[in-house]
């Protein structure tokens, strides 16, 4: 889930992962995520994010299980957005940019295989905003001149399982 814009809208999508674990306090994790949102009830978006992020767990635990086992995270990524207008897919604008992102999660662990984790990060991208405005029955899209810093939250639920050892 996300959100953005002055539409207020919820942006909600799917994605895939894989995590390397890199110590018992450090893990990696390697994402893709595809995100659609409404602006407005007269365009839409789409996002596609495809990025990383290491995992620090401040509580060792020395290889024992513990049930909740938060962490703090931060990570890169790159992303792709499209807002095209809901009566007319040729009016579009598009945008490569480029996010940093942190924040807090833990794992629920219910086996040393298998967990549901849940975490809350804000993103902030570096790029050129994408504003839409609807005038007499008209969308128009309008991009800013230069950079910017657009930023929004995020909201992750996942259920992971280890599949090996490396």
């Not at 990570?75 to 807002?83: A, L, N, Q």
Request: proline letters at 1%.
């Amino acid at each position: 889930m996300f959100n953005d814009g002055a539409w207020n809208s919820v942006g909600t999508g799917a994605g895939a992962q894989f995590r390397i674990k890199l110590s018992d306090n450090v893990n990696t994790e390697w994402f893709y995520d595809y995100l659609t949102a409404n602006v407005g009830d007269y365009a839409h978006r789409t996002d596609e994010h495809i990025g990383w992020s290491v995992m620090f767990y401040p509580f060792v635990t020395h290889g024992i299980m513990t049930v909740i086992q938060p962490y703090i995270m931060a990570g890169h990524c790159f992303d792709y957005s499209v807002f095209t207008d809901n009566n007319n897919e040729n009016n579009s604008a598009k945008r490569w940019s480029s996010a940093a992102q942190a924040g807090i999660g833990t794992h629920i662990n219910f086996t040393r295989q298998f967990n549901i984790s849940t975490s809350l990060q804000y993103m902030i991208h570096l790029s050129n905003d994408i504003g839409a405005t609807y005038n007499n029955g008209m969308v128009v899209f309008t991009r800013q001149s230069g950079l910017d810093l657009v930023g929004h939250l995020l909201f992750n639920v996942s259920a992971n399982f280890v599949l090996g050892k490396l």
